[in-house]
């Protein structure tokens, strides 16, 4: 089985990295290959980089509101992109409930909100990525 | 914590010296407080972080809390402001005024501070340092104020803020020679301002614990100490205005412990390494902003009362002013309502609670007394270490400090999904999110971007005098590819209407860097 490899990063102006940073870690420690792209990705990007490196998986983590926007972007990006089998994974504190049934009908793959655990997102990635 | 008997007996201090140690609140080296009582009616300032949308509608929530008794302002810019990139920009189009106010232009300035008392009320500013004093010395000349009068602060941060808060895309040298020259000005033409604040906060919060915050933020401020020293100034010049904003947690005793030792240490320093006269310069101003990571997602309400336990700890160890993060801090910068409690709590605290009955309540408690001595010779280790591992921007260069960070984050963060670290509603005392109703609707409610403003500010752009514009951005970026103050070329961009992204993009270049690093455009 080829390794699970994920594009992990935030959104936009979204500076709060200490989510993304543990994550990181947690995917890491399961043996995930996490390229992590850190602060200042607009969808594009995100998709290109998962290209790239030949993804299965973008997370985003999120501390401030413009997953709203981005995250359904993302979505239609990859859609039409050459790879429409990559998955989008997002977590954060601020990610309500009715937010997360949003992005979820919006074709996000897994939402992650306040409480996660460990296994919650390690299991998710690897289960958006197929493995 | 928990070791020996569980209480400290008189041997726990055995070596403290009244005079050398403590002294008299008011006396040096100040570990009882700054000033020498309480008496007086003179209390902390209450202020709470507010700023949002366009800066008319934060003018609106500025004049809302000081009519609800708010003696200072804190106000914060939204992400893009803060990380000097205008409202129009590509990146900022669903951040616009969503975590903070929107500030890009000299008018900005005028319709934020629009009807509020300049020279009385005192605004603490998260907003760029540089160009929030340039704005707010250029308003009060304008409203003809004497800027001399102007109050408040400004967070300025050149170290650490860039990796670990918001990113200038600015080069090490670049920021320490802009929050230099911020300094500068500020001693000169606005005196009762401070235009330096330490801002450990940042640096801790969900991040490294009490200890290296305060070690950090000692690495910073005493570079900048020793810069302007080297610029020619003396250390009486700007050493009394200088501020520390801390952290408060809920390890409330540790957190009253460390601001007692950080006192001792500023005054140590200023007297004896820096050669302070003044005794105004070796007590140290300790301001608070209380843990928003403790501040849980799970039952917001329970925010209240980490709220409340932390404040009241804060008016214990004599902080000069306090902003409490709210409630709903989790979730969102601070809704009217959370507002409204972080409010009503500093004014229970200082008015139905006997807290101000003395200036150090917790002074000679063997307790706090032998975690201040504890603190204190554990934040001079680090500090020891951090700068004997060799000069700031080496180790910047170099990744030393990022891995400190990226460390203490990783650390934090799994201390609480571990469970070691007990979080009540997280990883503990849960219960099931259909029961978790409390103050929620409130927590979870939304500001949108501002697109409007972003709109209006691209329209704006074309009206300009485009010639003044440019003539102006084309001597900051000169200026910043020499060596004097940025302080007159940045006075004369606000005049001439450029705006904060395009000063910005004027000075990377002038550092021989694109004036947008995130698109990788130049004009």
């Known amino acids: 089985m080829t390794r699970v490899r994920v594009v992990l990063g935030t959104f936009g102006f979204d500076q709060h990295e200490v989510g993304a940073r543990l994550v990181a870690s947690y995917l890491r420690d399961a043996g995930v290959e996490v390229v992590y792209v850190g602060r200042f990705n607009l969808p594009d990007r995100l998709l290109a980089t998962a290209l790239d490196e030949d993804a299965q998986v973008i997370a985003v983590s999120c501390h401030s509101w413009e997953y709203l926007a981005y995250a359904p972007e993302l979505v239609d990006l990859i859609a039409a992109s050459e790879a429409p089998e990559l998955r989008l994974v997002i977590g954060g504190s601020v990610i309500t409930p009715d937010d997360a049934a949003r992005l979820r009908e919006q074709g996000v793959a897994a939402v992650l909100g306040s409480g996660a655990t460990r296994d919650e997102v390690v299991g998710a990635v690897l289960a958006a990525a197929g493995a | 914590m928990t070791e020996g008997p569980g209480f400290d007996a ?34 902390w300032v209450h202020r709470e972080l507010s700023g949002e949308g366009s800066p008319a509608r934060s003018n609106e929530q500025l004049r809302h809390l000081l009519e609800h008794g708010a003696v200072g302002l804190d106000v914060i810019g939204d992400a893009p402001t803060v990380g000097l990139f205008d409202p129009d920009h590509p990146y900022a189009r669903h951040s616009v005024g969503t975590q903070g106010v929107s500030i890009c232009r000299l008018d900005d ?12 009320v005192s605004i603490s500013h998260s907003l760029p340092a540089a160009f929030t004093v340039a704005g707010l010395y250029l308003t009060a000349r304008r409203r003809s104020i004497d800027p001399a009068l102007l109050r408040g602060s400004v967070i300025n941060a050149p170290f650490f803020m860039e990796d670990y808060g918001y990113a200038t895309l600015l080069p090490f040298e670049m920021r320490l020679r802009m929050a230099l020259d911020t300094i500068e000005f500020a001693t000169r033409e606005m005196p009762r301002f401070h235009p330096f604040v330490e ?30 020293i080297a610029r020619g100034l003396h250390v009486d010049e700007f050493a009394p205005r200088f501020v520390i904003l801390v952290n408060c947690r809920m390890e409330v005793f540790t957190e009253i412990a460390k601001i007692r030792a950080t006192r001792r240490m500023y005054a140590q320093m200023m007297r004896e390494e820096f050669g302070a006269r003044d005794p105004r310069s070796w007590s140290a101003t300790i301001t608070v902003h209380t843990s928003g990571a403790s501040m849980t997602a799970q039952q917001p309400v329970n925010n209240v009362a980490r709220g409340a336990v932390q404040a009241f700890a804060m008016a214990a160890a004599g902080v000069k002013a306090m902003e409490i993060s709210a409630f709903d801090e989790a979730l969102r910068t601070p809704s009217p309502e959370a507002h409204m409690v972080g409010l009503r709590t500093q004014q229970i605290i200082e008015l139905e609670t006997d807290v101000q009955g003395s200036a150090d309540p917790l002074g000679g408690s063997y307790y706090v007394e ?12 680090r500090i020891r270490e951090f700068e004997s591992a060799g000069p700031p921007a080496q180790l910047f260069e170099s990744g030393y400090y990022r891995s400190i960070f990226t460390d203490a984050m990783e650390r934090h963060g799994r201390e609480i999904a571990d469970g070691e670290r007990p979080h009540v509603g997280v990883n503990c005392f849960s219960i099931p999110h259909e029961d978790d109703v409390l103050l929620r609707e409130a927590s979870e409610s939304k500001i949108a971007p501002d697109h409007a403003h972003a709109e209006a500010i691209a329209r704006w752009r074309g009206t300009r005098d485009q010639r003044g514009v440019a003539a102006a951005l084309d001597r900051l970026s000169h200026e910043a590819a020499e060596d004097g103050s940025l302080m007159p070329a940045i006075l004369d961009g606000l005049e001439a209407d450029a705006t904060i ?9 002038g550092a021989g860097l694109p004036e947008d690093p995130l698109t990788g455009t130049s004009r």
């Not at chain 2, 002294?23 to 003179?42: C, I, K, L, N, V």
């Not at chain 2, 300035?109 to 009385?120: S, V």
């Not at chain 2, 450990?200 to 305060?214: A, C, H, K, L, Q």
């Open chain 2, 10 to 43: 008189p041997d726990a201090i055995a070596g403290l010296d009244y005079a050398r140690d403590l002294g008299d609140p008011g006396t040096y080296p100040f570990t009882r407080g700054q000033a020498p009582s309480r008496r007086g009616g003179r209390s």
């Open chain 2, 109 to 120: 300035f005028a319709q934020l501070y629009d009807g509020i008392d300049l020279a009385n």
């Open chain 2, 199 to 228: 801002d450990t906060y940042f640096i801790s919060d969900g991040g490294p614990g009490p200890v290296d915050e305060m070690a950090l933020g000692f690495v910073e401020l005493r570079e900048v100490v020793r810069s302007l």
């Open chain 2, 370 to 381: 032998r975690l201040t001595n504890q603190m204190e010779e554990q934040i001079y280790a």
């Open chain 2, 501 to 509: 992204g395009e000063m910005a993009g004027a000075i990377r270049r």
